[in-house]
């Protein structure tokens, strides 16, 4: 509960990947899930934990939470020889045999084994960065590969391993602080006792966040099921909200769009509720995207809170004063209520999330969180009596530590211990804000649809290769709808297309598709989102058309830490 006399602030961390597996194979394609899941969400717990008196609000979304879940059963299956482990890296780092020298099997393994921040993680441990460069000669001198011993790759992928393992896992596991020492010609026993350590802490994820928020140190939130753009789906045209005049899709809407979004929130609920045994107050709605009907759906299942980016309170402000000019300026720091919601709408302050995000990884970890904390005080000191302010940071749990000397151990146990014990700040959850509010909230006729990127959808759609994305999907949809009226299917093969289609409304495909990005990950998304499409239509047993065939965007742009973060403030937009 907030004190009478400190100003509350909540940090809220977003745990999200979207769905790199393959519904048809069981296979995942990239191994983001795992590796963040031993990287940054072990470590976001830890440093709670670690820091009693400290509080946050964290994010789940759903479908991240069921491929952890999925790991741990192909792992546990492996083990008892029922089953592969299904993730080409995982699988080769306890694999009897490795693909031979010079074969693209084992050049595809090598590739991926090299995909880490070069300056924090690779050249941090001079073996792994030895490996590194006797990769790039491989990579040069095609006629040297057949000298080259096949220890180059089950060494890389042991230290890859290493690389990305969580700070507070590499302080406290002697497994790893071995295999750290022994440096290189790893064994079996070696690397089985390596994935045993990495099937400890996806099993613990659970759990610990779990206790956390039974001690009331953390509140748990929750995503629509696989992070969809609700506003998006709900109405393209909301777009124009916030940018009249951006060039939509060929697709007027999404068919069906609302109930799908109900869909995604009650599913969302359901998988919260099965890991962690209560129902969710708030929804971080993805992307902090939001508009009046998402709201209203918002409220309609029962979610207290909400929050997005500070764009979109002042478009909604300004609108406010179209109307109303001698409307006061409530500012950011303040909750909301939006028309006919009674859900509670947060504003994250872009300007402070974004200095974590973007400025402060090159900084000493003392120096960085007392200039934030230095940010927060005069803000605290701008709110008075009655309207108290409410500072919200919020930002993703896993991208922005990977840029922070050893995976920001330092920044952020500093981040705790400095506001636990400060004199007129005060950690604490959304919740407690929305049960004991220490400022009114402000209410405003309509909420102008945006995100928390630029306050618009810019991101998502308006883009020639987003729009096409948008009209494969609204295609795939409107054959969907019509096979699920036919009755050509089973409720069996119902619930999983259902499934698919929900995991190809995902956020993240539309999130990469562009010029703007780099182009590796644009053709690894542009690949996982025609597969998704593809099983879908296999679900529904219709031919997918020659459109899904083809390639959708390239890429070829270098923005500030690739892409995976952005700044809130179309200030800060890049290039």
């Not at 290189?184 to 099937?199: E, K, Q």
């Not at 929130?265 to 129902?279: C, E, H, I, P, Y």
């Not at 004063?321 to 859900?343: A, C, K, Q, V």
């Not at 698919?500 to 690949?527: K, M, R, T």
């Amino acid at each position: 509960m907030a004190s009478d006399t400190k100003t509350p602030v909540v940090l809220c961390w977003h745990m999200h990947q979207p769905s790199y597996q393959d519904m048809r194979t069981n296979q995942f394609l990239f191994p983001w899930v795992y590796l963040h899941t031993i990287k940054d969400y072990s470590d976001m717990a830890a440093h709670l934990e670690a820091n009693p008196d400290a509080r946050a609000v964290v994010n789940f979304a759903p479908v991240l939470l069921e491929q952890i879940e999925t790991y741990l059963v192909q792992i546990e299956r492996w083990r008892h020889g029922a089953g592969e482990i299904g993730d080409p890296l995982l699988s080769a780092l306890v694999a009897e045999e490795l693909p031979e020298t010079g074969t693209p099997a084992f050049l595809g393994l090598m590739e991926k084994s090299l995909r880490a921040n070069r300056e924090r993680i690779i050249n941090r441990y001079p073996a792994y960065a030895r490996l590194a460069e006797l990769a790039e000669l491989y990579r040069a001198k095609p006629e040297l590969q057949r000298y080259i011993s096949g220890r180059l790759l089950s060494d890389l992928l042991v230290w890859y391993h290493i690389g990305w393992m969580g700070e507070t896992i590499r302080r406290k596991s002697h497994c790893i602080q071995s295999l750290q020492e022994k440096g290189h010609n790893f064994s079996m026993d070696d690397r089985r006792a390596l994935l045993d350590v990495i099937f400890d802490v996806l099993s613990g994820i659970g759990p610990r966040y779990r206790h956390l928020a039974q001690k009331g140190q953390v509140e748990l939130s929750v995503s629509p099921y696989t992070h969809a753009m609700l506003p998006l789906l709900i109405d393209l045209a909301s777009a124009r909200e916030a940018m009249p005049d951006i060039v939509l899709p060929a697709h007027s809407h999404y068919p069906g769009g609302e109930a799908r979004v109900g869909w995604q929130l009650q599913q969302a609920k359901a998988v919260f509720q099965r890991f962690f045994g209560v129902d969710p107050s708030g929804c971080w709605a993805s992307e902090g995207g939001l508009s009046q009907a998402t709201l209203g759906l918002l409220d309609v299942h029962q979610f207290r809170w909400t929050a997005s980016g500070d764009s979109v309170v002042h478009n909604s402000l300004h609108r406010a004063r179209e109307t109303d000019p001698e409307l006061p300026d409530y500012g950011i720091h303040r909750p909301y209520t939006f028309g006919e919601s009674g859900t509670s709408v947060f504003f994250r302050d872009d300007g402070l999330s974004d200095l974590i995000g973007f400025t402060y990884a090159d900084w000493h970890a003392k120096d960085a969180v007392g200039d934030l904390v230095h940010h927060m005080e005069n803000i605290a000191r701008q709110g008075k009596g009655k309207t108290r302010h409410v500072i919200s940071v919020i930002m993703d749990g896993e991208n922005a530590w990977e840029y922070y000397p050893e995976n920001g151990f330092h920044f952020l146990d500093e981040l705790y211990r400095v506001l636990a014990d400060h004199p007129t700040l005060q950690l604490t959850t959304y919740s407690d804000l929305v049960a004991s509010p220490v400022t009114e909230p402000a209410h405003l006729p309509h909420l102008v649809a945006g995100s928390w990127i630029y306050g618009t959808f810019s991101t998502w759609i308006g883009d020639p290769d987003k729009n096409r994305a948008w009209d494969l999907l609204c295609e795939a949809k409107t054959h969907f709808d019509r096979v699920m009226d036919n009755g050509s299917l089973n409720s069996e093969q119902k619930e999983a297309a259902m499934q698919q289609l929900a995991i190809c409304e995902g956020s993240d495909w539309f999130w990469w598709f562009g010029d703007y990005n780099p182009a590796q990950i644009v053709s690894d998304f542009e690949h996982l989102y025609r597969r998704h499409l593809v099983n879908l239509y296999d679900m529904i047993g219709y031919p997918a058309p020659p459109s899904v065939f083809q390639q959708l965007s390239q890429g070829s742009g270098e923005p500030a830490r690739g892409g995976t973060m952005r700044p809130g403030h179309e200030a800060d937009k890049p290039a």
